[in-house]
């Protein structure tokens, strides 16, 4: 253990290193999560439910005749916005990386006579063609990929679409290197978000400038484990995400602020994008 504390400490990662352990499933990770996403104050797991009632509404009020239009919620959560998209009328697939996300987002649609299908699945793996007018990958999650893994999604998803079908998505710009500071942290905790026993949490941040990405690296030391979580995330300009979709042959777009769509101004930690595929 002590030679994996050396490993990890010893040097700044190599950019898109990989964590040394599940996070979306670990049994106890996973039970912080959902209660995080599911605490209408906290703006970590998922953001305020105040904002996201506010984000569906802006997404809404894009479309037309939302009871014709088939939406896909990616990184779909507990499904916090596909209910709220399911109420909007809309018909409602998600899928999400979390087991305990996704056993909770099924029973409670099926507690709530929801009509929304909902899979167990890394969104990579998708499979659809022509089935959607609408997908949804909110919160930054596009950016937590690497650029090999974003430009196969954006092309999953452009196959997924209908002709005209639109996707939104939102992404860090570099302001946000002033809230993810480059710093070193080190805490003791009977139990907590990493795990029920007592640990010591080494947390780094990490900025890059090629690839333009910060980390935020979390070494969860226990009596008998050393695990390392890397959590990375892409820094965007409006240039740099409108080549990335340009790429993935999407072909017309729109920059906001923020996913309730705040006039585009360049000086948010966020933006958003929406993008068409004509097809």
């Given amino acids: 253990m ?3 504390i050396l490993e990890y400490a010893k040097e700044k990662p190599p950019v898109y290193t990989q964590s040394s352990e599940k996070f979306w499933d670990d049994e106890h990770i996973s039970k912080q999560m959902l209660e995080a996403h599911l605490n209408p104050d906290f703006d970590g797991a998922s953001r305020k439910h105040s904002f996201i009632k506010q984000s569906v509404q802006w997404i809404e009020s894009l479309c037309e005749n939302k009871s014709e239009k088939k939406l896909l919620d990616l990184g779909c959560g507990p499904g916090i916005y596909a209910e709220l998209f399911e109420e909007k009328g809309f018909t409602v697939t998600g899928i999400d990386f979390s087991k305990r996300s996704i056993s909770y ?11 929304i299908e909902y ?3 890394n969104y990579l793996t998708m499979d659809y063609e022509n089935q959607f007018d609408l997908v949804t990958l909110i919160y930054c999650d596009f950016g937590v990929l690497n650029p090999k893994d974003r430009h196969e999604l954006l092309g999953k998803i452009k196959r997924a679409l209908k002709p005209s079908g639109v996707l939104i998505l ?5 302001l946000q290197l002033s809230v993810s500071m480059e710093k070193e ?3 003791y905790y009977d139990s907590g978000f990493w795990n029920p026993t007592p640990y010591v949490c080494i947390q780094r941040n990490f900025h890059y400038d090629d690839p333009k990405v910060f980390l935020e690296q979390y070494l969860v030391i226990t009596e008998e484990e050393c695990n390392c979580y890397n959590m990375w995330n892409q820094i965007f300009s409006k240039d740099s995400l409108m080549e990335e979709l340009q790429q993935a042959g999407f072909d017309k777009m729109e920059f906001f602020d923020d996913v309730c769509g705040k006039t585009f101004s360049g000086d948010s930690n966020t933006i958003c994008v929406v993008a068409k595929y004509r097809g």
């Fill in 170 to 174: 939102d992404g860090f710009t570099k």
């Fill in 185 to 187: 942290l080190i805490e």
């Fill in 105 to 115: 987002a099924k029973e409670n649609a099926e507690s709530k006579q929801k009509n």
């Fill in 2 to 4: 002590y030679k994996k």
């Fill in 119 to 121: 899979f167990y699945q």
